[in-house]
């Protein structure tokens, strides 16, 4: 009994309402990678290239954002790339352009997040009611989003001319592109679901232990539909971002982004196991990626060397954050 | 007197090759706090799961204040007003306490799908003033201690008290196993205070316990009700007399085939073994030998036999087989210095459901089977039969999933990967014979023998306190993670359970 009385006399721990110790991981690194790029390179830290890095990140922080949600169930989404083709030729073909007569504008947009909206919708519903998991769906869903793509691109590219849309890329306000604004909008509303709706703290409680909730007389599964839905938006509208980017619907306009946008939510501190993490993380993850992507190319480093060095980089990083957990026979796959 | 809050009358739960309850009777009374007790595998748990509508009985019946009713859920014995506090404990570890509180009937603390903070931390905190808890209800659950983790239960269970206009019924599954001696004095206090407004039903191993918090204790033997007791006044030595019962056993344990001990040097030999839930476990094996742990629910016991495995982190002590020393303990050194695990849980941890006889019981020992890097079919296949003979294994062949055997098959083929390869000295048993029938569990039984003969020394968890006794030759006695006793158990001359049960609460 002597061991266990030390334990009762130990001060009470400090219960802890939010953050922990383990989530300073993330914004400490990317302080101090900052810090490093900016001493070794004074092109890296002047103002017009820090507002290039956060301008570069919009999209990838608006994709991030959606893909959280899925990460933090416990699941996985690999549906981005495709959604995103999709949306952005619907897009392109809704708004005024080359390829037709319309000129819908705003409703445009919002027709093609809808479309994210229901290819999330699909994943959502393969993976509760045919029990598809989620990595399954997902990929399906991508192949069947560049497939839509295909079709509407149908061998001509269609050019915008919408001057709203063009310049939600070109136009600045207070020195960040519109864009940069909408991804902003976009971590801002995303914290509020987390933090503050049923929704995302089911979401949140799913990755923890869904077992509890079904104990608990909780239906889970409109909450994973919902959650997909929620995260297809956020795809739809990373298509219609790079549609602006690009002045052109283009079937590869999310190539890439699916898996980016994991890399950044977990080096963030979101666990592909679920429970940890959210938009604040994911968001802090984005900037990681991006100042490691600009920093590298301002100190000089090799463009061959680029892609391996940053993988190595986020290796070491979800290495690094998951050290706390580890333990004897652990089972990772 | 008034209607009983509970009431089972019959109730039968069968499980293949189980019979788990057996016509169980109980009253609970309002106001009550009624303590459960009963041996492992007495059916206790089966009883609970029963009454919050988690397993549903083949027969018999359950009153709540003397209505019929039929429970098909956690949330349908809430909407009758029985909650439990489970012993593997049920809250969602990232979120508040507030939210474990209300999770599944948020009320007015969630509108239109958004959140009210300041309305679910005042919802939860009226459920903590209840048992007067100071915790904090926007705390994060996995910030908190154990004990106030289980507070977080209770005032959970308590909220029921909403949705019924009756007293609720506190179901308690082994609420202290883990908690610290102050923490069960205040769990204790919660417990008397709950009875001014509720029924309480209390599962313990400690008899101590039962008989200190409990009015009155209702005792279960293999699935049936054998008795009650008035706690005032009563003894746990009474109490110990009617969960054991008299079993008389026709060399169940095949004890007439018991080996001769080897008295030479000893084949197992642990000196200051500690680990986080063990100190300083010292004990020796000779071949041939037959040692049993026996200790109650986190008496550590089950973490020391993985230890030895090397499937445990160990800070201090050492290993040596055949006198030599096991350096960093692994589970690969281990199973290269001749020990063989069969783990208590067999279908997740002992076998590869999907794959077949063959592969299981070859998984350990591959070069068994192997010319070089490649697997022999013909060695493989000539292997595989003979054992199947051996432990007349029943099965339609070896490339039968081992999952479609029946549990006593399954745990021999298990046995059988670390015969295969005949290098066998140590086998580390770990409920061998848990979830099997009396048949199967007297060829395991048999089994264990053959190979003490051998020369197999033998470290044995038992399911019970009999299986610890008749099986083995010397029993270590294991209380809160260290050695209490050693106790010679010869043939003819076996101590009685009581003097165990002694030692080990």
Request: charged fraction near 20%; charge should be neutral.
């Amino acid at each position: 009994m002597t061991v266990t009385s030390e334990v009762v006399n130990a001060p009470r721990r400090q219960s802890r309402r939010g953050a922990s110790f383990r989530d300073a991981g993330p914004p400490v690194a990317l302080i101090v990678i900052f810090l490093i790029f900016a001493a070794l390179s004074p092109q890296f830290r002047s103002t017009d290239n820090v507002q290039n890095i956060v301008d570069a990140a919009a999209v990838l922080a608006v994709v991030t954002c959606g893909i959280t949600f899925v990460l933090m169930m416990g699941s996985i989404d690999l549906s981005a790339a495709g959604v995103m083709g999709a949306c952005a030729l619907t897009v392109s073909l809704l708004v005024a352009n080359n390829r037709n007569d319309n000129d819908f504008g705003l409703l445009g947009i919002a027709v093609a997040v809808l479309l994210g909206c229901a290819f999330g919708c699909v994943s959502g519903l393969a993976l509760v009611l045919l029990k598809v998991p989620s990595f399954m769906a997902t990929l399906g869903m991508s192949a069947v989003g560049l497939g839509v793509a295909t079709l509407m691109f149908a061998g001509v590219q269609p050019n915008i001319s919408d001057t709203m849309v063009k310049g939600l890329a070109i136009e600045r306000f207070l020195g960040f592109s519109y864009l940069t604004w909408i991804a902003a909008v976009c971590i801002l509303v995303g914290w509020l679901i987390q933090r503050y709706t049923r929704l995302g703290r089911y979401a949140f409680a799913i990755g923890g232990a869904e077992e509890v909730l079904l104990l608990s007389g909780v239906k889970v599964n409109p909450y994973k539909v919902a959650v997909f839905a929620l995260a297809g938006a956020f795809y739809g509208l990373g298509g219609v971002m790079v549609t602006s980017q690009l002045g052109a619907g283009l079937v590869q306009a999310g190539d890439g982004y699916d898996f980016s946008a994991i890399t950044a939510a977990v080096v963030g501190g979101t666990l592909l196991t679920g429970g940890r993490g959210g938009i604040l993380h994911s968001a802090v993850g984005v900037m990681l990626v991006m100042v490691l992507t600009n920093g590298l190319v301002q100190i000089g480093v090799s463009p061959y060397w680029q892609g391996g060095v940053e993988g190595l980089i986020v290796v070491a990083a979800v290495a690094a954050a998951v050290i706390p957990q580890r333990r004897r026979n652990q089972v990772v796959k | 007197m008034s209607v009983p809050a509970l009431e089972v009358r019959g109730l039968v739960k069968h499980y293949p090759g189980v019979k788990a309850l057996d016509g169980v009777d109980l009253v609970v009374q309002q106001n009550e706090v009624l303590g459960l007790a009963g041996e492992n595998g007495a059916g206790k748990s089966t009883l609970l799961k029963a009454l919050v509508g988690l397993v549903a009985p083949d027969a018999g019946s359950i009153y709540v204040r003397g209505e019929p009713v039929r429970l098909r859920s956690v949330v349908d014995a809430a909407n009758h007003g029985i909650g439990m506090v489970f012993q593997e404990q049920s809250l969602v570890p990232n979120l508040t306490a507030a939210e474990n509180i209300v999770l599944g009937s948020e009320g007015p603390a969630v509108r239109r799908g958004v959140y009210r903070w300041e309305v679910m931390r005042r919802l939860a905190q009226e459920q903590l003033d209840k048992i007067g808890s100071p915790i904090d209800p926007l705390a994060r659950t996995d910030s908190l201690s154990f004990a106030d983790r289980q507070m977080v239960e209770i005032a959970k269970v308590l909220r029921i008290e909403e949705r019924t206009q009756h007293p609720p019924v506190v179901i308690l599954d082994e609420p202290t196993s883990v908690l610290e001696s102050k923490e069960i004095d205040t769990l204790f206090a919660q417990i008397r205070r709950l009875r001014e407004f509720a029924t309480v039903i209390f599962v313990s191993h400690r008899l101590d316990e039962v008989l200190d918090v409990c009015d009155r204790v209702s005792v279960l033997r293999g699935g049936q009700s054998v008795g009650e007791v008035a706690t005032a006044g009563a003894v746990p030595r009474e109490l110990h007399r009617m969960m054991i019962g008299s079993t008389g056993s026709d060399d169940h344990y095949h004890e007439n085939a018991a080996a001769t001990v080897g008295s030479e040097q000893p084949r197992l030999s642990v000196r200051g073994l500690s680990g986080t839930t063990f100190q300083d476990i010292s004990f020796d094996v000779a071949p041939g030998e037959i040692v049993s742990i026996v200790g109650v629910h986190g008496s550590g016991r089950e973490d020391v036999c993985r230890a030895l495995f090397g499937a445990e982190p160990t800070t201090a002590g050492e290993i040596r087989m055949d006198g030599k020393k096991i350096d960093l303990p692994s589970t690969r050194a281990a199973c290269a210095a001749g020990i063989g695990y069969v783990p208590a849980e067999r279908k997740l941890e002992g076998m590869v459901g999907a794959m077949s006889v063959a592969e299981n019981m070859t998984l350990a020992k591959q070069q068994a089977r192997c010319a070089g890097p490649f697997v022999a079919p013909k060695k493989q296949a000539t292997l595989v039969d003979s054992w199947i003979r051996r432990l007349s294994i029943r099965t339609p062949g070896r490339d039968t999933a081992i999952q479609r055997l029946s549990g006593g098959n399954q745990q021999k083929v298990v046995l059988a990967r670390w015969l295969v390869a005949g290098d066998i000295r140590l086998l580390l048993l770990d409920h061998p014979t848990r979830g099997l029938d009396i048949g199967a569990r007297s060829e395991v039984y048999r089994l264990m023998r053959e190979l003490a003969a051998t020369g197999v020394a033998t470290v044995l968890l038992a399911d019970s306190l009999e299986e610890a006794i008749g099986m083995a030759d010397r029993i270590l006695v294991m209380n809160d993670g260290r050695v209490a006793t050693e106790v010679a158990c010869p043939n003819g001359a076996k101590p009685s359970p009581l003097d165990l049960v002694k030692e080990m609460v």
